[in-house]
């Protein structure tokens, strides 16, 4: 029975559109306590058949507390269960008492059983508003008493002394939280970064390493070829996004690229602390820049095509309105496996635009896609290292990444990536970079590596 209950609690992490598309339901990890006075049990509620399917096992004794990985929108009862030693519940009439919860949105979810068999739900938005309600109930206990023996000869000056005191004093305790927050938010950084270097060691040497399993799928219509392509949702945050698109580039749109890019190939540079670029170690490869000929559209060629589909796709996954002109050209880089040698190819950690949630510059880069048209035998993986996703290239496929919410905030460097070193076979991919702020007369090279227009500069 219990194999047969995680089987169906696990199947059923779909919820239905009213398109009749089915998503994949989001995880949520809940606390149950238990403070009712009474041993409980808890049942998982079968949305279809209305079933009870028991979750904890067998019960939860009064005092602790129960630990359970959920999703979105699933039911749950809460049920007392009968005293050991005289067999009886607490209830009226000594009848045994329920409660029910559904699971939200949020995080930080705690579910509290009280002796009166009131359900209590807690997450990090009602404990946000809680806060909230207690330091402004100590600014109004502030605000009366300075009002006390004055109600019948309130002047303008005095309502007014007592609205800046009732301010200040709210400035005053939401500034010490939020001090309180953005320490803890630092600290959490610092960790997660701390890890992410560990784990970049550990993933680009490993070289059996499996590709990062995705947190949701969903498809893309390519309206040029009329296919729809399979989408692995591996990071999906407001200002950070990696997805992998299957069957992406065909093998015409490669061989045109490297076809273009094999008498312009020259050493791969990085961005410098004064606005150009620069040779590094940080980057070994070869590269060639092609402009796409965007006259030959629509007459099919290849490389117009390919770009015009990285554009939609760039499109469908921000809600952006990028469109092809300024944008820089399309990159052909190559990579070459020189076994496990000091200084093999490779591209080190990094970001490709700015990534330490800064207000985006206008003419910047915002999203990435990079496709695969050779693949090595060992190493040439794309590896996030603190968001601890792991793509392993496949030939068609492409890593599309960005690094911009709707608001204009950057990326926290969730999506730093390096390319792991090429230890045998080739490397080939073809890399578009998406600048938003661009157009016909403001071109991406009107910007140096900085982010600074050439115009703006002055002497």
Known sequence: MKCLTTFLFHALTYVLLPSGHEVAAEARDIAIENNSGSRIEIYWIHPQTKERMLQSSPYVYNGAIFNLNSYVTHAFEAREMPGQKNGLCKGQGNAC??????????????????????????????????????????????????????TKNITTKTAMQVIESLVECAEGKVAKEIDVANEEVLFQERIRTTMGDHWENYTCADKNMTM??????????????????SVDVMLDRPASKIHVIRNFITKAECDAMELAAQPRLHAATVADDKGGSRLSDNRKAKQAGISVPWGEEAQGHPIAVLSRRVYDYTNFATGQNIEHHGQEDLMSIQYVGRGDVEAPDRYMPHCDGDCKGQPHRDGGRFATMVMYCVVPEIGGATNFKNSAVHVKPEVGTATFFSYMDNDGKTDKGFTEHSGCPVIKGEKKIVTQWVRKGVDK??????????GIKYDAMGD
Request: aromatic residues 8%; hydrophobic residues 35%; contains cysteine.
């Open 97 to 150: 008492r329920s409660g029910y919860f559904t699971v939200n949105e949020h995080v930080d979810q705690v579910i509290i059983v009280s002796s009166d068999w009131e359900i209590d739900h807690t997450d990090n938005v009602s404990i946000a508003r809680d806060v909230a309600a207690d330091l402004m109930s100590d600014c109004e206990r502030i605000a009366k008493k300075s009002l006390t023996g004055k």
């Open 212 to 229: 990062t399993e995705p947190k949701d799928q969903t498809v893309f219509f390519d309206r040029k070829s009329g296919k729809r392509l």
């Open 441 to 450: 007369d403001n071109r991406w090279d009107s910007w140096n590596t900085l």
